[in-house]
């Protein structure tokens, strides 16, 4: 893996920067694709249902590993 790459999102109309390794951007932007959305709404959506005590990047990372686990 490499080292994480920071990104600026917007999520609820308010900029913020999520620091990802290159493959996980690569595999967090084909689910949105996948789903139809970008990635902003699919990081509002993960955000939205995401546990206070974790951290954006991380329940990023966890609906990735999730979603790839699906049958």
């Known amino acids: 893996m490499s080292r994480p790459e920071k990104h600026s999102l917007t999520l609820a109309g308010h900029r913020t920067s999520v620091s990802l390794e290159p493959e996980f951007w690569a595999a967090f932007r084909e689910l949105a694709t996948k789903s139809g959305k970008g990635i902003n709404a699919l ?3 993960i955000d939205a249902a995401r546990d206070t ?3 954006l990047a991380s329940a990023i990372r966890l609906h990735i590993l999730a979603e790839l686990r699906k049958p």
Do not use: I, V
């Open 53 to 55: 005590s974790t951290g």
């Open 43 to 45: 990081a509002a959506e």
